[in-house]
């Protein structure tokens, strides 16, 4: 199955918190988007390895999404070498996406670092022949996709561009939602100690972001990304946008 967009993340809910408007936006337009995330999130202070599963499973439908996938990287220990770069060339092959997601390059938790670092080099090294792979027995063809392009998480960077998720932002917030072991839901029973992102401000901070950047670009709601290459514009379509 081939997919158009592929996001990876270090742990079930990255992906849904740092793009999720911008996700929604492709998959109203009947575009086939995937996540794969590396862990199961197993060393949250909250939930379990099951109910991440679940919350997991419960999201990627309110976001209709086409496939999702756990690489089973242990969390805490997501390490830049060739055996987790190999999973990764794996399913860029399988998927052949012409756009990757992956968390900035740089960020408060160790493990999305690295797999940011991960998949820039298996993007790049997915399409050389002489790298070989196999799926279900077979030789898998070399692929890469056309843009890399990183999303934020805690720290902030300047952005490359921002997408205007004005209409997608409440369903965003869905998805977020059904993680209900990790973030603050009104009225719904503890799920164990206070975190970092399990208080009310935290759902308040990913709101005022969200409106931050929204604002940048005139708009109620948006979602920032990053990319190292230049970005191809079309003037024309700031024409066509008005008529």
Known sequence: MKLDILA?????DDVELAMGGTI???TNKNFHVGIIDFTQGELGTRGSILTRKKEANNAAKILNITKRENLKIPDGNVQV???NILKVIKKIRQYRPKLIFAPYFNDRHPDHIETSKIVKRAMFLAGL???KTKLNGKNQEAYRPEKLFYYMQTYEFQPSFIVNISETFPKKMEAVRAYKSQF???NNKSNGPETFISTPQFIQYLEARAKTFGFAIRKDYGEPFFCEEA????LTNLFEAKK
């Open 24 to 26: 929604l936006n492709f």
């Open 81 to 83: 070498n060739e055996t």
């Open 184 to 186: 603050y839901i009104k």
């Open 231 to 234: 970005i191809e514009l079309d």
């Open 8 to 12: 990876f993340a270090a742990h079930p």
């Open 129 to 131: 022949p002489k790298i």
